[in-house]
């Protein structure tokens, strides 16, 4: 079974506008956390936002935001005020023990359109 | 800069032929991750580790090992390669079991001819 679910493949947004790329988790780890990463075309992994499941509060980091529903286990990005630098393969990841292990989605690809 | 090093960057190698690839680090994380990125599949863990000879395998472990007899180096290793390993292959390292990110190397192309 997918630990970490992007179900969009793709999406479009118009520069300047909002957008949220979806993610939803499966685990039985009451502790765990909740990551989002960027990959441009250049191919670098790049850390976003990180949501643990004893906050209590939505990680905010500049644009980015994180929609946290611990009760429908999903983690959104929402991304405001989009720009063309915006466009990359995002993805979902989630961390749960034991070890630590780290588990990443399938990725969704953002394109960003003046 | 996390100190990550992956080596080689680019690697053409036979079918049936072993190959190691290295992931180095200076910064004393603890653990570290080998993952696969394939087109359509996201990053799929190959196999992980959580302290120095402490590791486990992840989601597509098989034809796959992996050594870590130090802090820094984290090496993975193909037995004998096929065709279906053609891939990128990417390691990451983290401090600590807390909130800490995960940071990643550069990534290696492999290409079994």
């Known amino acids: 079974a997918q630990k970490i679910t992007q179900t969009q493949p793709g999406m479009f947004v118009q520069e300047k506008e909002a957008v949220t790329l979806d993610c939803t988790y499966d685990?039985?780890?009451?502790?765990?956390?909740l990551f989002w990463y960027k990959q441009p075309s250049s191919g670098e992994m790049i850390f976003l936002i990180y949501q643990g499941s004893y906050d209590q509060q939505n990680a905010t980091e500049g644009r980015y935001s994180l929609n946290f529903q611990k009760a429908r286990k999903s983690a959104n990005l929402v991304i405001s005020a989009s720009q063309l630098g915006d466009s990359a393969m995002y993805f979902c990841a989630m961390r749960e023990g034991p070890g630590d292990k780290l588990i990443f989605g399938t990725g969704t690809r953002l394109q960003v359109f003046p | 800069d996390a100190g990550i090093t992956q080596s080689p960057r680019h690697k053409v190698t036979e079918t049936g032929t072993p190959v190691t690839l290295r992931c180095h680090q200076t910064e004393n994380h603890r653990y570290m991750y080998w993952y696969r990125q394939d087109p359509g599949h996201g990053l799929r863990l190959i196999h992980y580790s959580y302290g120095v000879k402490d590791t486990d395998k992840g989601e597509v472990s098989d034809g796959y090992s992996v050594s870590r007899s130090k802090t820094e180096d984290f090496l993975l290793t193909l037995e004998s390669a096929t065709s279906s390993q053609t891939s990128v292959y990417f390691c990451?390292?983290?401090?600590?079991?807390?909130?800490?990110?995960?940071?990643f190397g550069q990534g290696t192309r492999l290409t079994v001819v």
């Open positions: 685990t039985s780890d009451p502790s765990y956390g």
């Open positions: 990451a390292i983290r401090r600590n079991e807390l909130n800490t990110e995960a940071f």
